[in-house]
């Protein structure tokens, strides 16, 4: 299961970003679902963005993304991968972004979202340059810069051989995500 946030179980405000639901007709899971599935398995003050499994609130984060993890899976079937940052852990992604001269395009960067550190020799492996599009590595994140859109970038199957459990975020969700997280502190 899914480590979450690096504060053992201490209360605080996190994201908690569920993989591949509400993508292209798959994995349906509404909003109030996921509220309800967070307050089981005990978040609160419980904010969704977006449609895509986006949420922040408030909880212990220890063992967080794998309770979550069984509630959608006993109470909806759903077996979806989750991943938790606290909100000082997205605070540090978003400083740490190495394309800040491409962040008026959001929807062509993202962040690449890992359940642990990315190996770096496969990172290494497979290049950081794939035709226009460029990848950097981060504190458990990928960066990822589209020269165009993400749909056909080689860029996808870099991440693939990469491996690991992950989730991307468009860059204008990610810099949301954090401002919520503002705003509940």
């Keep these: 299961m899914v480590v979450a946030g690096r504060q ?11 993989r591949g639901i509400n993508v292209g007709g798959h994995n349906r899971l509404p909003m109030a ?14 904010r969704t963005y977006l449609q895509s ?4 609130v408030t909880a212990p984060t220890s063992g967080l993304a794998a309770r979550l993890e069984s509630e959608l899976l006993l109470a909806r079937g ?3 991968r989750v991943i938790v940052r606290t909100a000082a852990e997205l605070r540090a992604v ?14 062509q960067l993202h962040v690449a979202f890992f359940d642990g550190q990315p ?15 460029e990848l950097a590595l981060g504190d458990r ?9 993400s749909h056909d970038s080689p860029l996808n199957a870099a991440l693939r051989r990469i491996g690991g459990v992950y989730t991307a975020r468009n860059w204008g969700t990610v810099t949301r995500l954090l401002a919520m997280t503002d705003k509940a502190s």
């Design 8 to 18: 053992n179980g201490a209360v605080t405000t996190c994201v908690v970003l569920v």
């Design 33 to 46: 679902d996921l509220r309800a599935a967070l307050d089981s398995s005990g978040a609160r003050d419980i």
């Design 53 to 56: 499994g986006n949420a922040v």
């Design 78 to 80: 759903l077996e979806a």
């Design 94 to 107: 978003v400083a740490s972004n190495p394309f800040t001269d491409r962040e008026e395009t959001p929807k």
């Design 119 to 133: 190996d770096a020799s496969l990172v290494e492996e497979v290049g950081t340059h794939h035709g226009s599009d």
């Design 141 to 149: 994140a990928i960066y990822l810069s589209y020269a165009g859109g």
